[in-house]
């Protein structure tokens, strides 16, 4: 009886120090520098500490207390999340300081942020540092994405899709003037040529608008999708 238990407990005792080598093997694999890290794309340990910089215009913003997750350069499943924090910074092109109860959809934006990316779509990233590229601020914009079906003659747009934030229609005309931004999703200046019926656009948009239907309203942004080969 005392050699059968004896057997047992080496048994026992040999199949602990097999779990715990391979445990211990399995944590010092992901630890090791030129391995992926887990949740993220093709990215090592080392290079998860580098920053590097994206730039875009914000179709996006949501937000809990100090923490929140801006989308740029897309709507939906394109562009990139940053996941911003109590320590993310902010401030405008000439080092004026923001917050990030100052940003809002249409500014476009460079972010400085950790070159580790989820997996997911969009992806997503932690930003340490926002800097607006816009002269100013426009407070209460409103945002509609969608596919311009009529370009009438006095040059203004019937966009219909999706209102991208609250009380933004999914039906709007958006008026165009010669104050009016014209960009791809990162922000770059877009040809005013690309204006026309059947483009996917993101309007940016003043909350002053008309009681008529589709309601009309002045665009100080205009983005413009990238064609589709």
Not at 69 to 96: A, C, H, P, R, S
Not at 175 to 203: E, L, W, Y
Request: net charge negative.
């Amino acid at each position: 009886m005392k050699i059968m238990m004896k057997k047992k407990l080496a048994i026992l005792t040999l199949s602990t120090m097999l779990t715990i080598g391979a445990a211990y093997t399995g944590t010092t694999e992901a630890m090791a520098p030129d391995t992926a890290v887990g949740g993220f794309s093709g990215i090592t340990m080392e290079e998860a500490t580098k920053k590097v910089q994206s730039t875009g215009v914000i179709t996006s913003i949501r937000t809990t207390g100090d923490h929140g997750q801006i989308q740029i350069q897309d709507t939906g499943l394109g562009g990139i999340v940053l996941n911003v924090g109590k320590d993310t910074t902010y401030q405008m092109l000439d080092g004026t300081k923001l917050t990030l109860a100052d940003l809002h959809v249409g500014l476009t934006i460079t972010a400085e942020h950790s070159l580790a990316m989820t997996m997911s779509l969009p992806p997503q990233t932690s930003a340490s540092n926002i800097t607006v590229l816009d002269t100013a601020v426009h407070k209460d914009a409103l945002g509609t994405a969608g596919v311009i079906e009529v370009v009438r003659e006095d040059g203004s747009l019937l966009v219909k899709g999706e209102g991208l934030t609250e009380n933004a229609p999914d039906e709007i005309v958006l008026t165009i003037d010669k104050d009016t931004a014209i960009v791809n999703g990162k922000g770059d200046p877009a040809q005013k040529s690309a204006i026309v019926k059947g483009t996917k656009v993101i309007g940016f948009y003043s909350p002053m608008m008309t009681k008529s239907l589709p309601p009309i309203s002045n665009a100080w942004k205009i983005v413009v999708a990238a064609a589709e080969e």
